[in-house]
């Protein structure tokens, strides 16, 4: 039995459509990763799951139980942390892991084992009330107390947003200890990079799946030849790459350029490569470094919206 | 929008038709134990003004006393016997006004009023007399003969600060654990929902029972208002009144997400309402018939009355029946309204 | 030319340093990643040189204004733009443009040709008459960047633009940044996206109130033996002491 098993969700609030007809499913002790943008539709999916919204059609089931029917049983058992590190501001932390544990019918001693490794890091504020914490420290609180009931089910929507690099590394690594404990963990990102710490992915857009793999798998099917282009003038190396008649897409990519090209029946790689160089030597650039790159689920992200692209 | 285009337009009216001190059609009684061609034309001169309406006759002083306790009349006129025959012949006669003075405003307007119509009618006789006649009016003045304004205020504050920490703070709270995103996750855990709610308003309860303790103080020991009914069914009645402002907090609270919402709707739709119509500021039987009617479904103007009666008359429980009864209907339909639009999930 | 110089630059709030001593320049027509983690102080120090805040000690010039004495001259001289605060979500496109350059003072009989101009570049035309809060946000984010330099600053500050937008709109909305920047405005940017620290000139990671790290991408990565941005701001940040805002 999957830990959620979604079939053909579909969700609209008055004219916006916010999910149009979603399946998957994600097997007991994974981490499963939705990834995509901001009004993609994730938070509608997680409230779905979490029996806070009922959708239009489709089924959805938790743990063995139905989302709507059985929405009590599902209460007891699943973690569920909301986009807004959703605590009592005025509460400090000690008093916001209480106050979850007592409303899920237990105390912090019974699962103290669980949320240790988390908790030991904010235990030293604990007496700091929860609105004077940093984003990171908010998001390890929160963290907390979705999982101070020891859930079978954790859902995080995204967790982290518009927290610190640092802070994100440190939560993808608490994740793994929990998966490790047997908990199954449904998360959302609109980081692209975070979807390599999952499990299995789904990049979802527009309230659509576009691939549901992992992500090495996802990477594999990309089905283009891709090279990372750098100069020294990166902002006119951009438009002079576009103007390239064998160039299917070219976006920067940071450091460098990401370009997808046409190749014909017979033509190699290698040829593209050494036209592209020397048309951009022609064009006066100086530093010209091309390589021959794989994939990242970015660039397969891209590829798969390429039609919505303005 | 609709708030801040409707309000102004509400309130003028309101203003316009509410904030008036002048008495119309006021409900008065007469003891007539004269019976006498002058008594009868001071009567019908009191009827004909706008300013009164004889609503009951009574026979005797006793019967003054049970008309004042039902609440409707405002002054009570009485002739005393031989009035025409004492007038004539000693060439003064007595009336005594008794006024209602849990309102001392109204109370001290009826009886100007009341005065004015008789001195008019003294001057009547005079003209066609030899004799200077004199009717010397004497008022007495029901419960409150010292006319201090706290008898008529302090039952008003009381249902005022009943119905702000209330009505107004219960609904926010909640509304703000909507805000904050709290109460998504205490959605998705294994509390109940009435547990929720129970949560937010019991604290509310405290509050408002200890709030309820300082005012009845502070009238009794400071501005010397003594309780003159049953202690205990003012404080009953008081609760009952707590928990009618308490559902209307929570029905608030189901209305909306946003803590600014909650604020305006408690605010502007209860608590302006309560200041205008609930007859703590302006009499409501001056009122145009229509916001005497709107009047009625406003639950601090019963709260108000019951304390009046309660407290400042010393009327006993069955007086106050009919309040107690309203109030409790009110409570019931209120939180079955509210406990069946708040919903387990979010929309 | 320096379009931005701090010297020492320093925040108190009481016994608290949110900022402390920071130096740094940036030259003009340049893209500055000013990275750190939460709480670092960031967002305080990019207030005192946008001339919200006034510094404890220290000094600094912006778009050659000293910034404790003429903030009303540098406002006049600087887009601003932030993921939380960008647009009139109620009003339309077009109503947008012409409000927010009203704002920063375009000429009257200028305003309408900007717009156009604005426009026809994010190739806009088609939504001028639609509302704001009916764009999907990377078309958003880009439309705000526009409409914070309608007014051709010399320096555009940008706080964390680019949270939550697609991997596309992303992309182009750095697109615009470039363009900018090749315009001669200077482009100041926060950003928690490691990825989009490499589009920049220089960057600069604050540790605990202090500029612990200030150089190009290239030279960072050489000099901190990493493989991306993200690994160096790994080894910086990991030593920070606060954990507060």
């Given at each position: 039995?999957?830990?959620?098993?979604?079939?053909?969700?579909?969700?609209?609030?008055?004219?916006?459509?916010?999910?149009?007809?979603?399946?998957?499913?994600?097997?007991?002790?994974?981490?499963?990763?939705?990834?995509?943008?901001?009004?993609?539709?994730?938070?509608?999916?997680?409230?779905?799951?979490?029996?806070?919204?009922?959708?239009?059609?489709?089924?959805?089931?938790?743990?063995?139980?139905?989302?709507?029917?059985?929405?009590?049983?599902i209460?007891?058992?699943?973690?569920?942390?909301?986009?807004?590190f959703?605590?009592?501001?005025?509460?400090?932390?000690?008093?916001?892991?209480?106050?979850?544990?007592?409303?899920?019918?237990?105390?912090?001693?019974?699962?103290?084992?669980?949320?240790?490794?988390?908790?030991?890091?904010?235990?030293?504020f604990?007496?700091?009330?929860?609105?004077?914490?940093?984003?990171?420290?908010?998001?390890?609180?929160?963290?907390?107390c979705?999982?101070?009931?020891?859930?079978?089910?954790?859902?995080?929507?995204?967790?982290?947003?518009?927290?610190?690099?640092?802070?994100?590394?440190?939560?993808?690594?608490?994740?793994?200890?929990?998966?490790?404990?047997?908990?199954?963990?449904?998360?959302?990102?609109?980081?692209?990079?975070?979807?390599?710490?999952?499990?299995?992915?789904?990049?979802?857009?527009?309230?659509?799946?576009?691939?549901?793999?992992?992500p090495?798998?996802?990477?594999?099917?990309?089905?283009?030849?891709?090279?990372?282009?750098?100069?020294?003038?990166?902002?006119?190396?951009?438009?002079?790459?576009?103007?390239?008649?064998?160039?299917?897409?070219?976006?920067?990519?940071?450091?460098?350029?990401?370009?997808?090209?046409?190749?014909?029946?017979?033509?190699?790689?290698?040829?593209?490569?050494?036209?592209?160089?020397?048309?951009?030597?022609?064009?006066?650039?100086?530093?010209?470094?091309?390589?021959?790159?794989?994939?990242?689920?970015?660039?397969?992200?891209?590829?798969?919206?390429?039609?919505?692209v303005? | 929008?609709?708030?801040?285009?409707?309000?102004?337009?509400?309130?003028?009216?309101?203003?316009?038709?509410?904030?008036?001190?002048?008495?119309?059609?006021?409900?008065?009684?007469?003891?007539?134990?004269?019976?006498?061609?002058?008594?009868?034309?001071?009567?019908?001169?009191?009827?004909?003004s706008?300013?009164?309406?004889?609503?009951?006759?009574?026979?005797?002083?006793?019967?003054?006393?049970?008309?004042?306790?039902?609440?409707?009349?405002?002054?009570?006129?009485?002739?005393?016997?031989?009035?025409?025959?004492?007038?004539?012949?000693?060439?003064?006669?007595?009336?005594?006004?008794?006024a209602?003075?849990?309102?001392?405003?109204?109370?001290?307007?009826?009886?100007?009023?009341?005065?004015?119509?008789?001195?008019?009618?003294?001057?009547?006789?005079?003209?066609?007399?030899?004799?200077?006649?004199?009717?010397?009016?004497?008022?007495?003045?029901?419960?409150?003969?010292?006319?201090?304004?706290?008898?008529?205020?302090?039952?008003?504050?009381?249902?005022?600060?009943?119905?702000?920490?209330?009505?107004?703070?219960?609904?926010?709270?909640?509304?703000?654990?909507?805000?904050?995103?709290?109460?998504?996750?205490?959605?998705?855990?294994?509390?109940?929902?009435?547990?929720?709610?129970?949560?937010?308003?019991?604290p509310?309860?405290a509050?408002?029972?200890?709030?309820?303790?300082?005012?009845?103080?502070?009238?009794?020991?400071?501005?010397?208002?003594?309780?003159?009914?049953?202690?205990?069914?003012?404080?009953?009645?008081?609760?009952?009144?707590?928990?009618?402002?308490?559902?209307?907090?929570?029905?608030?609270?189901?209305?909306?997400?946003?803590?600014?919402?909650?604020?305006?709707?408690?605010?502007?739709?209860?608590?302006?309402?309560?200041?205008?119509?609930?007859?703590?500021?302006?009499?409501?039987?001056?009122?145009?018939?229509?916001?005497?009617?709107?009047?009625?479904?406003?639950?601090?103007?019963?709260?108000?009355?019951?304390?009046?009666?309660?407290?400042?008359?010393g009327?006993?429980v069955?007086?106050?029946?009919?309040?107690?009864?309203?109030?409790?209907?009110?409570?019931?339909?209120?939180?079955?309204?509210s406990?069946?639009?708040?919903?387990?999930?979010?929309? | 030319?320096?379009?931005?110089?701090?010297?020492?630059?320093?925040?108190?709030?009481?016994?608290?340093?949110?900022?402390?001593?920071?130096?740094?320049?940036v030259?003009?027509?340049?893209?500055?990643?000013?990275?750190?983690?939460?709480?670092?102080?960031?967002?305080?120090?990019?207030?005192?040189?946008?001339?919200?805040?006034?510094?404890?000690?220290?000094?600094?010039m912006?778009?050659?204004?000293?910034i404790?004495?003429?903030?009303?001259?540098?406002?006049?001289?600087?887009?601003?733009?932030?993921?939380?605060?960008?647009?009139?979500?109620?009003?339309?496109?077009?109503?947008?443009?012409?409000?927010?350059?009203?704002?920063?003072?375009?000429?009257?009989?200028?305003?309408?040709?900007?717009?156009?101009?604005?426009?026809k570049n994010?190739?806009?035309?088609?939504?001028?008459?639609?509302l704001?809060?009916?764009?999907?946000l990377?078309?958003?984010?880009?439309?705000?960047?526009?409409?914070?330099?309608v007014?051709?600053?010399?320096?555009?500050?940008?706080?964390?633009?680019?949270?939550?937008?697609?991997?596309?709109?992303?992309r182009?909305?750095?697109?615009?940044?470039?363009?900018?920047?090749?315009?001669?405005?200077t482009?100041?940017?926060?950003?928690?996206?490691?990825?989009?620290?490499?589009?920049?000139?220089?960057?600069?990671?604050?540790?605990?109130?202090?500029?612990?790290?200030?150089?190009?991408?290239q030279?960072?990565?050489?000099?901190?033996?990493?493989?991306?941005?993200?690994?160096?701001?790994?080894?910086?940040a990991?030593?920070?002491?606060?954990?507060?805002?």
């Amino acid at each position: 039995m999957p830990a959620v098993d979604v079939k053909g969700l579909k969700k609209n609030y008055g004219k916006v459509i916010a999910l149009r007809g979603i399946s998957f499913s994600a097997e007991k002790g994974e981490i499963f990763g939705i990834i995509g943008p901001d009004g993609s539709g994730k938070t509608t999916l997680f409230r779905i799951l979490t029996t806070l919204l009922v959708a239009d059609e489709g089924t959805a089931v938790v743990d063995g139980f139905d989302v709507v029917k059985d929405y009590k049983e599902i209460r007891k058992r699943v973690g569920y942390m909301p986009g807004r590190f959703s605590l009592y501001q005025d509460l400090t932390v000690e008093e916001n892991l209480q106050f979850f544990a007592s409303v899920f019918h237990t105390t912090i001693e019974e699962n103290y084992d669980l949320v240790k490794d988390i908790y030991s890091q904010i235990e030293p504020f604990k007496t700091r009330r929860a609105g004077k914490l940093s984003g990171g420290m908010k998001q390890k609180l929160a963290l907390s107390c979705a999982l101070i009931h020891k859930p079978a089910i954790l859902f995080l929507d995204e967790p982290t947003t518009g927290v610190d690099p640092v802070s994100r590394k440190e939560l993808w690594e608490m994740l793994k200890r929990l998966k490790n404990q047997g908990i199954t963990i449904l998360v959302s990102t609109p980081y692209m990079d975070e979807a390599a710490l999952c499990d299995r992915i789904a990049l979802i857009k527009d309230g659509r799946f576009l691939s549901i793999d992992t992500p090495a798998n996802i990477t594999a099917q990309f089905n283009q030849k891709i090279f990372a282009v750098r100069g020294l003038e990166m902002s006119r190396l951009l438009s002079d790459i576009r103007a390239f008649p064998a160039v299917k897409t070219c976006y920067a990519f940071g450091d460098s350029h990401h370009v997808t090209v046409e190749t014909g029946q017979n033509e190699l790689q290698e040829s593209v490569q050494h036209a592209l160089y020397l048309y951009l030597l022609f064009k006066g650039h100086t530093n010209v470094e091309i390589e021959k790159i794989n994939p990242g689920i970015e660039d397969c992200f891209m590829e798969l919206t390429k039609a919505d692209v303005v | 929008m609709m708030i801040l285009l409707g309000m102004p337009v509400i309130q003028i009216i309101l203003f316009g038709f509410a904030i008036t001190t002048e008495v119309k059609n006021a409900e008065i009684a007469v003891l007539d134990l004269s019976k006498d061609e002058a008594t009868r034309k001071i009567v019908e001169a009191i009827e004909v003004s706008e300013y009164f309406h004889v609503a009951e006759y009574v026979h005797n002083t006793k019967d003054i006393d049970n008309v004042f306790r039902k609440g409707r009349i405002g002054l009570a006129i009485v002739f005393s016997e031989n009035f025409y025959e004492n007038l004539l012949h000693t060439g003064k006669a007595q009336i005594q006004l008794i006024a209602d003075a849990t309102d001392p405003n109204t109370a001290t307007t009826l009886t100007n009023y009341a005065t004015a119509i008789i001195n008019n009618y003294q001057r009547q006789i005079v003209a066609t007399g030899p004799v200077p006649y004199q009717i010397v009016p004497e008022v007495k003045l029901m419960y409150n003969p010292q006319m201090k304004g706290a008898y008529n205020f302090v039952p008003g504050v009381l249902g005022m600060i009943l119905m702000l920490i209330c009505a107004m703070m219960t609904s926010v709270a909640i509304v703000r654990e909507k805000e904050m995103g709290t109460m998504e996750v205490l959605l998705v855990s294994p509390m109940k929902p009435i547990i929720i709610i129970l949560s937010k308003a019991v604290p509310y309860f405290a509050i408002s029972a200890v709030n309820l303790a300082t005012v009845l103080l502070l009238a009794v020991f400071v501005l010397k208002v003594p309780v003159m009914g049953s202690l205990f069914w003012l404080i009953l009645v008081s609760l009952l009144f707590i928990f009618v402002s308490l559902s209307i907090g929570i029905m608030v609270s189901t209305l909306t997400s946003k803590q600014m919402i909650a604020y305006l709707i408690s605010g502007m739709v209860f608590m302006i309402p309560v200041m205008l119509l609930s007859g703590m500021i302006y009499p409501v039987e001056n009122m145009p018939a229509i916001l005497q009617w709107i009047s009625h479904i406003i639950p601090a103007k019963w709260y108000i009355a019951a304390v009046k009666d309660l407290m400042i008359k010393g009327l006993g429980v069955q007086a106050v029946l009919k309040e107690i009864t309203i109030l409790f209907a009110m409570a019931a339909v209120i939180t079955a309204i509210s406990v069946k639009k708040f919903k387990n999930r979010l929309e | 030319m320096k379009v931005i110089t701090a010297e020492n630059l320093t925040k108190k709030f009481g016994s608290f340093t949110a900022v402390d001593h920071i130096s740094f320049e940036v030259e003009q027509g340049e893209i500055f990643g000013f990275l750190g983690a939460n709480g670092a102080g960031k967002t305080t120090a990019m207030r005192m040189l946008c001339g919200l805040s006034k510094p404890t000690s220290g000094k600094g010039m912006v778009a050659g204004f000293e910034i404790s004495k003429n903030p009303e001259k540098i406002k006049a001289n600087i887009g601003y733009m932030s993921q939380k605060f960008s647009m009139y979500e109620d009003l339309k496109v077009w109503e947008n443009i012409r409000l927010f350059a009203g704002i920063y003072g375009v000429p009257d009989k200028e305003i309408s040709h900007r717009t156009d101009e604005l426009l026809k570049n994010l190739q806009f035309e088609g939504q001028k008459d639609a509302l704001v809060k009916s764009l999907p946000l990377g078309w958003k984010q880009k439309l705000a960047f526009s409409v914070a330099i309608v007014h051709e600053p010399k320096i555009v500050f940008l706080d964390e633009p680019t949270g939550g937008v697609d991997p596309a709109a992303r992309r182009q909305f750095w697109e615009l940044i470039y363009q900018a920047a090749d315009r001669g405005i200077t482009v100041f940017v926060t950003t928690h996206y490691m990825d989009e620290a490499e589009y920049c000139n220089r960057v600069s990671i604050m540790v605990d109130g202090r500029i612990d790290a200030l150089n190009s991408p290239q030279n960072l990565k050489q000099q901190y033996d990493a493989a991306n941005m993200d690994e160096v701001f790994h080894r910086l940040a990991r030593g920070a002491k606060r954990n507060s805002d």
